[in-house]
């Protein structure tokens, strides 16, 4: 048994989770719901199996490196911490619907990484040869994974209200409605979700200074990852001073939310991807 195997099933379990949560989204039935839930979990455990069996595997060929290094390992790691804080998330308030709105993102990336990009594994580059690598990387993508959850929840509040009005008092409307949390819960997780993943991103930022430094010789350079790290930061920091500071909630704190993850996204992958600095080798590298 090889780590890509195990990733593979991982893909395949994300899947069913997936088809169970719409199922359940569709036909009311709890059991789909649970199913949903059961399987997100065991896709987790598979993929945390994987991921110790694709470090060991580094070991084995000498290469010796926690397993965060490339593009294909940084999206296999984003996947399974977009489960782990789905996980944390449905067990704690028991809204299993959410899993139909964040478990495809799990799934998406999986499926990216399995199908469309080299799964080998390579020595690290000079300036990646850091403990700073692991401490960077885990902060960053469990920020990511909460922006990613509250993404989903966002978009269920954004829908739910277009179809009921944003009356949070106004009865449930029928059907596919009537599955989803009330509003104010809703919004509610969604500022929680965004709680969980601002200090996370903030100490993303200052152990990648940290390894900057380490690396480079300088804490801070305006390379395009760092600026657009910065922006990312001030769009959730814009939402939480909004929220405390002038009552934003609702559609507005929704919106945020949304641009919020197209920013953590064109951070994470479209600066890897297009544009040049010092991170320009990420498109193979992290």
């Known amino acids: 048994m090889t780590s890509s195997m195990l990733f593979n099933v991982t893909t395949f379990t994300y899947l069913l ?34 991921i110790g069996l694709r470090w060991k595997e580094s070991y084995d060929m000498g290469v010796g490196h926690a397993p ?15 489960v782990l804080i789905f996980t944390y998330i449905d067990i704690r308030y028991k809204y299993r619907i ?17 199908l469309g990009m080299s799964t080998g594994i390579e020595p690290l580059v ?14 960053c993508f469990l920020g990511y994974a909460a922006f990613a959850v509250a993404c989903g929840i966002s978009i269920m509040y954004l829908i739910k209200t277009a179809v009921e ?9 029928g059907g596919l409605m009537s ?30 200074a940290a390894w900057a430094n380490y690396a480079w010789g300088t804490y801070w350079s305006w390379d395009p990852k760092e600026t657009w790290s910065l922006i990312v930061w001030f769009v959730y920091a814009a939402f939480l001073h909004a929220r405390i500071t002038k009552g934003w909630v609702g559609k507005r704190a929704a919106w945020l939310s949304v ?27 992290m």
């Open 179 to 208: 599955m989803f949390p009330p509003l104010k819960v809703l919004d509610d997780l969604n500022y929680r979700a965004i709680m969980i993943g601002f200090p996370l991103l903030t100490l993303g930022i200052i152990t990648g």
């Open 98 to 114: 959410i899993g139909a709105f964040v478990i495809p993102f799990a799934l998406l990336g999986m499926a990216w990484a399995q």
């Open 17 to 50: 989770s997936m088809i169970a949560f719409f199922a359940f989204l569709a036909s009311k039935n709890k059991s789909l719901g649970l199913a949903g839930s059961v399987l997100a979990y065991a896709g987790l455990i598979v993929q945390t199996a994987a």
């Open 165 to 173: 009005g944003s009356n949070n008092n106004s009865p449930a409307a």
């Open 68 to 82: 965060m290094s490339n593009l294909y390992e940084s999206i296999v790691f984003f996947s399974w911490t977009i």
């Open 126 to 139: 000079p300036a990646l040869q850091s403990n700073w690598l692991l401490y960077h990387v885990i902060t």
């Open 259 to 285: 641009i919020g993850f197209a920013a953590t996204i064109f951070c994470y992958l479209g600066v890897n991807l297009f544009l040049s600095g010092l991170h320009s080798y990420g498109s193979s590298k």
